[in-house]
């Protein structure tokens, strides 16, 4: 008795020490915050949850969304065994025995079994295979939870047996909720304002924003020189009692100020391939101020400078090209910066690229012409070389006619002759027509010219 009595107290403190986002985890769909297009009323998830007919599921979001809380739900409602794995420390071993313990409980008790697997995308082709067999006749239902793009992490016959949920960053709605919940978990009031920046500062991460309340918090209560009392997890409407009152902490913008600038920038594999091309395409805009944004978020979410940089100098020559051949020259300094400096002062030299090639004059016709000549190198004839372009420099070459007829540029006053110079089939096709943005209008100048002048 005696141990059960120190076992309870021992959890009880437990739960008191564990993090706010812990002790405030729901424990029913009524308790979660956002993800309406889910879990509100007559939704897909959250009838085939309260109906306890889940099927295999894969629950994609960023941190601090709701999937483990999702899981959690299932578990304390479902007739189901919930077994849990994270693809972080677990492997084939594992899998292997939650499947013979599935097998067990259905042949002993009649019953299913859920599997909940945080970071599914941690798992290599050969873990997830091990999954498949028991997903596809049914001994287990999957709840997958990634933050990764599962068509790019998930193996295609699990996802083909799986329903995608794609949960959304919480609005400022529901993270003004979540700060006022736990504020009240806490023990703690705040001025509206401290509760609207450290929503507004959590970026959808309703993890983050229950940890900047902790920290302003612990920061008021030192500043106040009082300790904020944290109790158990509250009920949803328990944020109502959270007022100012006399020896309670509370919370000010400062606090608040002080808490959120903690937060780092970060994105997951589909956000990385979403913000290079936000990158891109503000340069391509000639919008500076926007690139040095998106610049500024690859940076401080640990993106490689190099791969940026790479980026850059695709980018002067496919956007930019000969309306300022001297982009490329930018560019390329600035990665051979990135190699030279290194981080963190290489960033300066990123911006100057950025600001100096979005403020170029913009030209793709390099690129459309790379195009349609390569359409015509896969298309056209058979592409021989014309006799008066062939090597006439070696024994033999002239008794074959290599050579015969060609015109030397310089022996001509204006230094070019109009001659052919390729194939038959394909000698009259125009592949490079300059625009008229900078150094291209002196371009296509010097080629009417040259078109022009006699033969």
Avoid: C
């Avoid at 021992?10 to 020490?17: D, P």
């Avoid at 067999?133 to 998930?154: K, Q, W």
């Avoid at 970060?266 to 391509?284: P, Q």
Wanted: no cysteine.
């Amino acid at each position: 008795m005696d141990g059960d009595l120190f076992g309870a107290a021992a959890a009880a403190r437990l739960r008191g020490r564990a993090p706010l986002a812990a002790r405030l985890r729901p424990r029913s769909l009524d308790e979660i915050v956002g993800q309406d297009h889910l879990v509100g009323p007559g939704r897909p998830l959250r009838e085939l949850i309260a109906a306890d007919r889940l099927s295999s599921v894969i629950l994609w979001g960023p941190p601090g969304t709701g999937k483990t809380t999702l899981a959690r739900v299932v578990a304390l409602s479902t007739a189901k065994a919930f077994e849990e794995l994270s693809a972080v420390t677990a492997g084939v071993k594992d899998v292997r025995a939650v499947i013979e313990r599935a097998a067990e409980i259905l042949g002993g008790h009649g019953t299913g079994t859920i599997l909940f697997l945080d970071e599914v995308h941690r798992f290599n082709k050969a873990q997830q295979d091990a999954l498949l067999p028991a997903v596809e006749d049914g001994l287990i239902v999957l709840i997958g939870a990634t933050t990764e793009n599962p068509h790019f992490e998930v193996n295609p016959p699990l996802m083909s047996r799986s329903t995608l949920f794609r949960l959304h960053p919480l609005d400022s709605e529901a993270l003004v909720e979540l700060v006022r919940r736990g504020l009240a978990a806490e023990g703690a009031s705040a001025d509206d304002d401290a509760v609207e920046h450290l929503a507004a500062r959590s970026g959808g991460d309703g993890r983050h924003a229950l940890t900047g309340i902790e920290v302003a918090v612990a920061l008021a209560g030192r500043r106040a020189g009082t300790t904020a009392d944290t109790g158990p997890a509250v009920s949803a409407s328990a944020h109502e009692a959270a007022s100012k009152a006399p020896g309670r902490v509370h919370v000010t913008l400062a606090d608040a100020e002080a808490a959120a600038d903690a937060k780092a920038v970060r994105y997951g594999r589909d956000g990385h391939y979403d913000v290079i091309s936000a990158f891109i395409k503000s340069i391509r805009g000639s919008d500076a101020d926007a690139g040095l944004y998106w610049l500024a978020r690859m940076l401080e979410a640990g993106e490689d400078p190099r791969f940026i940089a790479r980026r850059l100098v695709i980018l002067a020559s496919e956007d930019i090209g000969l309306a300022d051949d001297t982009a490329l020259l930018v560019a390329d300094a600035a990665a051979r910066a990135v190699e030279y400096v290194g981080l963190p002062e290489a960033q300066l030299n990123l911006a100057h690229a950025v600001v100096r090639l979005a403020a170029a004059p913009k030209s793709n016709r390099v690129t459309v012409a790379l195009g349609r000549a390569a359409a015509d190198a896969r298309a056209a004839g058979s592409g021989e070389v014309p006799m008066h372009l062939r090597d006439a420099h070696y024994r033999g070459a002239k008794s074959l006619g290599h050579g015969d007829g060609y015109q030397y540029p310089h022996d001509h006053p204006d230094g070019w002759v109009d001659q052919q110079h390729r194939p038959t089939e394909v000698a009259g096709n125009v592949y490079y027509q300059p625009s008229a943005h900078g150094a291209e209008a002196e371009l296509a100048r010097r080629r009417h010219h040259n078109a022009s002048l006699p033969d």
